[in-house]
């Protein structure tokens, strides 16, 4: 992101725009397994300090090239009749629910199978309970 003061160059801005609310605000949706996500052109228009470029802002927002880039697709946007306001709220949905990046991580089924081994080392799941038991039951009656 290019700055000549406080005003970004035209020609990166809308780039800046696309990869702060990706960064901001998609990532985050995916990360939780969401389905839809919302931006507010304000607060990214804020997000990112520029001045007087909600027009920008709202113009890179629904861009086919964020659409698109992110596999995602502009479901509603509220707002004046204008289109042009820091109350302006884009929501967008996943459209590409096989994507990697959108499947929510379940690390319980990460761990599926990683005991595997020790568990045919006891003697397999059962005869390790038991012998567990077994020891439990030891113990409890010392």
């Not at 659409?67 to 996943?94: A, C, D, I, K, M």
């Not at 690390?107 to 038991?130: A, F, N």
């Amino acid at each position: 992101m290019k700055a000549t003061g406080s005003k970004l160059h035209s020609s990166s801005a809308s780039d800046a725009v696309r990869e702060h609310a990706r960064n901001a605000y998609l990532r985050p949706a995916q990360q939780r397994g969401l389905r839809t996500f919302s931006v507010n052109v304000g607060e990214v228009h804020r997000g990112l300090g520029l001045k007087n470029r909600i027009p920008l802002v709202c113009q890179a927002l629904k861009s086919a090239k964020f659409l698109e880039s992110n596999g995602v697709r502009l479901v509603s946007e509220t707002g004046p009749p204008s289109g042009q306001s820091t109350t302006v709220t884009y929501t967008y949905e996943f459209i590409d629910g096989d994507r990697p990046e959108v499947r929510a991580r379940d690390p319980w089924k990460e761990l599926r199978g990683s005991l595997k081994s020790v568990y045919t080392e006891l003697g397999g799941g059962e005869c390790y309970l038991r012998a567990e038991r077994e020891t439990l039951e030891c113990k409890e009656s010392r």
